[in-house]
């Protein structure tokens, strides 16, 4: 299939590179930055471009994959070309790219993108929405080609998962930071934590997350969170997220009998 690329960021630039190593062309890869445009269009073998009135008609595909308060405007530019447009957004409805064609669907990846590390797409789970079942299908041959992991799931739907995804990736990157932090104001290397993450990351994917949690907050352990508290005293925005999450793990062990 021939496609166009919006969008010059992690998700564009790794979506760029699965449809090109699973045979298909890329016609074009947009950016309003043409630097960003011409690094990804040079590896996928596509030509850049910064302005929607340089697109190429000869695409089967438009793949808009910019930030989600961008998108109504992309999607209506490029309506005027009657082509499948789909957009990346994990957040965004169906309705909105509805609004300026038929031709929509939505081709989320749900997966954590950064430019320097490489990905296994394959294993990359595609959350699919097409505007009628014509385009679901055409979608769903089209996602084959490059993961083994293909979803129908509607708006609603995907909006969950989006949400559920931030708590599952984003929230404990943030935590990692913090951790970081700490340990740099005291001499310590991030690397300590390491297999520690490494462990607890390990045990989700065979356990239910509940059953395998551990620390003084599911021990009760009362006087060890009051000394965590008074090591933070002089951070109080930490103090707030350290309270908030430890009666977050009570609340949902609560009855449970807590793990060694």
Known sequence: ??????????????????????????????SR??????????????????????????????VVSVKDDAITAVVKALSAHKKLIVHTSGSTDLNSLLAFTPNAGVFYPLQTFSKIREVDFRSVPLCLEGADDRILADLKQLAFTISN????????????????????????????????????????????????ILETAQKVLEQEPRNVQTGPAVRNDEGTMAAHMQMLSDMPMLQDVYTLLSQGIIKNNKGLTAPE
Not at 158 to 174: E, M, Q, S, T
């Open 1 to 30: 299939m021939n496609i166009t690329i919006i969008g010059s960021g992690n998700v564009a630039t790794h979506m760029a590179a699965a449809f090109k190593n699973a045979g298909h062309r890329i016609i074009q890869v947009y």
């Open 149 to 196: 992991n293909v979803y129908a799931v509607n708006s609603a739907q995907r909006k969950i998962l989006h949400l559920a995804a931030v708590f599952a990736c984003n929230f404990p990157n943030y935590l990692y930071g913090v951790a970081q932090e700490l340990l740099a104001q005291n001499q310590m290397e991030f690397s300590l934590l390491r297999p520690l």
């Open 33 to 62: 930055n043409m630097q960003h445009a011409a690094l990804l269009a040079y590896h996928v073998g596509a030509e850049a471009i910064d302005s929607l009135d340089n697109i190429n008609p000869d695409t089967g595909l438009f």
